[in-house]
């Protein structure tokens, strides 16, 4: 998968994004390494309000594919790179833009790091990723158990909203 921003393919992944949700109600086994295969992390900072929040609901969606145990959309070996998502460069983002999303996503934001504090009280990251830093992994880990997240409970109905999933266009 190439790492470059692509407005138009974006926009298409997002409406897809957005239509599995709305016929589903939720996260439900999507399709993330083929036709909604794309770098969402680029979009984390994005001018566009909706670019950044489609952005962080898909990374909150590959995240919950893999704590529902419905797959594994990250890959483990660099050789994976065209077809799964990089878990360090979306680490790296949200990490970098966290106050920001914070502010403006707070629901988002919470349901990511309640995901993240859920895997990583039942996954070994560290094994997971072999080609991330052991380090930079474990700084991660620091960060994200050290957050106190009031709300545990993952609303996907106030998640939805904030992304606007529901919105009539």
């Given at each position: 998968m190439?790492s470059?921003?692509?407005?138009t393919?974006f926009?298409?992944?997002i409406?897809l ?5 709305r016929e ?7 399709a ?6 794309y ?9 566009i309000?909706r670019y950044?929040?489609a952005?962080?609901l898909a990374?909150l969606?590959l995240?919950m ?7 594994f959309p990250?890959?483990?070996i ?5 077809d799964?998502?990089d ?6 983002a ?6 920001t ?12 790091i ?6 990583i009280?039942?996954e ?5 990723f072999l ?7 474990r700084?991660?880990?620091t ?10 409970n993952?609303e996907?109905?106030?998640?939805f909203e ?8």
């Open positions: 190439i470059i921003k692509n407005y393919e926009e298409a992944k409406s994004l957005y239509e599995c949700i589903e109600g939720d996260f439900i086994d999507f993330w390494c083929t036709w909604l295969l770098p969402y992390y680029l979009h984390f900072d994005d001018v309000n950044r929040s952005s962080l990374f969606g995240l594919d893999w704590l529902d145990g419905s797959g990250f890959y483990r660099r050789k994976e790179l065209h799964s998502h878990f360090e460069k979306y680490m790296d949200f990490m970098q833009h966290q106050i999303i914070k502010g403006e996503f707070p629901h988002i934001y919470s349901s990511i309640s995901a993240l504090q859920n895997l009280s039942s070994d990251i560290i094994a997971t080609y991330v830093d052991q380090q930079k992994l700084n991660f880990i960060f994200i158990l050290s957050i106190e997240n009031q709300e545990r993952m996907f109905a106030l998640v904030e992304a606007g999933v529901f919105k009539i266009c």
